[in-house]
């Protein structure tokens, strides 16, 4: 089902002595096309279960819109709008059994929507089946690890046949192995089914691996959404350049002059068409190409192997942050003894801010 998000805002008062409004939500305009995985990505507080919340019905938006497909839900409770939700935490009853947790939101249907005993049992098994967890029916939720309660959530959340599906930090409390075994497998599962999904994370790598589209959110505001080899490709501005990316990006002091880029006062590039002016350049790790006769000439801290690859860690006095990475092939560099070394930048891994708005400049 598509979904729309008109100028949602949502404003919380605090009462008492310290009364304040806090604008969780912040004019959050989105259309989500029908059948797609979208990743609502921000750090902690910047309203993303907020806007989940909004979204199933457990908040009501202070002003603005949503629609499911052409229906206007923003006043319909939760029970109506055909949306399975898994919370941050997940709360599975512990006195239940898997099975029964699983059953619990169909017997709670009423009037037309009610289902018979062999109707719950065969969405039940068929929930199961999809999360794999069909040996596990019988336990408890203590008797399971977290990665399986997690697909239990999950398993609760689908059986109602959502028209929506949202995940809030669905895999927030698995090791760094299940958590990528899990991620494939809501993947696997959202593909399966097709229910448009919203799963949120503050992990950049997750969003970024199995969306369709992400959302870059900073205190309350979408800051960019598209796909994610887009906007990791093309950021509006510095917030998402360094949000995304492992390693993060490199962060400059710089300025243009005549067209041309300096990091400091060393010219790496020509060829721009900004005023001039101070700027932050921002560097992808894999835009260095070390190069004897390179413009960009820094001192060689340290070099970690990495593999097939290495970083190459350096020092640089424009440089925002006491050290800088490049990721470059590993027979790249042969003297990681060396006291400098020389690169020369990729421009398409170039990106150029304004120094008070912190927006791009080289758009593409
Ligand atoms: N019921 C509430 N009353 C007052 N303020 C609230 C309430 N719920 C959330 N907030 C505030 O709204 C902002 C957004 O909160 P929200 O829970 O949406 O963030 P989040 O992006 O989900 O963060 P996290 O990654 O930590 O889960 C925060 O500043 C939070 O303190
Ligand atoms: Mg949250």
Same mark, same amino acid.
């Given at each position: 089902?598509?979904?729309?998000?008109?100028?949602?805002?949502?404003?919380?008062?605090?009462?008492?002595?310290?009364?304040?409004?806090?604008?969780?939500?912040?004019?959050?305009?989105?259309?989500?096309?029908?059948?797609?995985?979208?990743?609502?990505?921000?750090?902690?507080?910047?309203?993303?279960?907020?806007?989940?919340?909004?979204?199933?019905?457990?908040?009501?938006?202070?002003?603005?819109?949503?629609?499911?497909?052409?229906?206007?839900?923003?006043?319909?409770?939760?029970?109506?709008?055909?949306?399975?939700?898994?919370?941050?935490?997940?709360?599975?009853?512990?006195?239940?059994?898997?099975?029964?947790?699983?059953?619990?939101?169909?017997?709670?249907?009423?009037?037309?929507?009610?289902?018979?005993?062999?109707?719950?049992?065969?969405?039940?098994?068929?929930?199961?089946?999809?999360?794999?967890?069909?040996?596990?029916?019988?336990?408890?939720?203590?008797?399971?690890?977290?990665?399986?309660?997690?697909? %239990?959530?999950?398993?609760?959340?689908?059986?109602?046949?959502?028209? !929506?599906?949202?995940?809030?930090?669905?895999?927030?409390?698995?090791?760094?192995?299940?958590?990528?075994?899990?991620?494939?497998?809501?993947?696997?599962?959202?593909?399966?089914?097709?229910?448009?999904?919203?799963?949120?994370?503050?992990?950049?790598?997750?969003?970024?691996?199995?969306?369709?589209?992400?959302?870059?959110?900073?205190?309350?505001?979408?800051?960019?959404?598209?796909?994610?080899?887009? !906007?990791?490709?093309?950021?509006?501005?510095?917030?998402?350049?360094?949000?995304?990316?492992?390693?993060?990006?490199?962060?400059?002091?710089?300025?243009?002059?005549?067209?041309?880029?300096?990091?400091?006062?060393?010219? !790496?590039?020509?060829?721009?068409?900004?005023?001039?002016?101070?700027?932050?350049?921002?560097?992808?790790?894999?835009?260095? %190409?070390?190069?004897?006769?390179?413009?960009?000439?820094?001192?060689?801290?340290?070099?970690?192997?990495?593999?097939?690859?290495?970083?190459?860690?350096?020092?640089?006095?424009?440089?925002?942050?006491?050290?800088?990475?490049?990721?470059?092939?590993?027979?790249?560099?042969?003297?990681?003894?060396?006291?400098?070394?020389?690169?020369?930048?990729?421009?398409?891994?170039?990106?150029?801010?304004?120094?008070?708005?912190?927006?791009?400049?080289?758009?593409?």
């Amino acid at each position: 089902m598509k979904i729309s998000l008109q100028k949602i805002t949502k404003v919380f008062f605090k009462a008492g002595k310290n009364a304040q409004e806090v604008k969780a939500v912040d004019d959050f305009d989105l259309e989500i096309p029908d059948g797609q995985l979208v990743g609502l990505l921000g750090p902690s507080g910047c309203g993303k279960s907020t806007t989940l919340n909004m979204l199933c019905g457990l908040e009501e938006p202070t002003s603005g819109k949503i629609y499911f497909a052409d229906q206007d839900v923003t006043a319909l409770p939760p029970e109506l709008r055909g949306v399975g939700m898994v919370f941050q935490n997940y709360a599975l009853y512990p006195h239940l059994s898997v099975k029964k947790n699983i059953l619990f939101p169909l017997e709670n249907l009423k009037g037309k929507a009610a289902l018979s005993k062999k109707e719950m049992e065969n969405r039940m098994m068929e929930a199961a089946k999809l999360v794999q967890i069909i040996d596990l029916l019988d336990r408890k939720p203590k008797e399971l690890s977290g990665g399986q309660q997690q697909r %239990v959530a999950i398993a609760r959340a689908l059986v109602k046949l959502p028209n !929506v599906l949202l995940l809030d930090e669905p895999l927030s409390n698995l090791d760094a192995r299940l958590r990528l075994q899990t991620r494939e497998e809501i993947r696997k599962i959202q593909r399966a089914t097709k229910i448009t999904t919203i799963f949120v994370t503050h992990d950049q790598e997750e969003a970024m691996s199995i969306c369709d589209q992400i959302v870059v959110m900073n205190e309350g505001r979408i800051q960019q959404a598209g796909k994610p080899q887009d !906007v990791y490709d093309d950021p509006t501005n510095l917030f998402v350049a360094k949000f995304l990316g492992n390693p993060p990006i490199n962060v400059f002091a710089a300025k243009i002059k005549d067209g041309k880029l300096y990091l400091g006062e060393q010219m !790496v590039m020509a060829g721009y068409d900004i005023a001039d002016q101070d700027v932050i350049a921002a560097v992808r790790p894999e835009g260095f %190409v070390i190069d004897e006769r390179g413009p960009f000439r820094v001192r060689l801290q340290s070099v970690e192997i990495m593999g097939r690859e290495i970083s190459v860690v350096a020092a640089h006095p424009a440089c925002q942050s006491d050290t800088f990475r490049a990721i470059v092939q590993n027979e790249q560099l042969r003297d990681h003894q060396q006291d400098n070394i020389a690169f020369s930048l990729k421009k398409e891994k170039v990106f150029i801010f304004d120094v008070s708005e912190e927006s791009r400049l080289d758009r593409r």
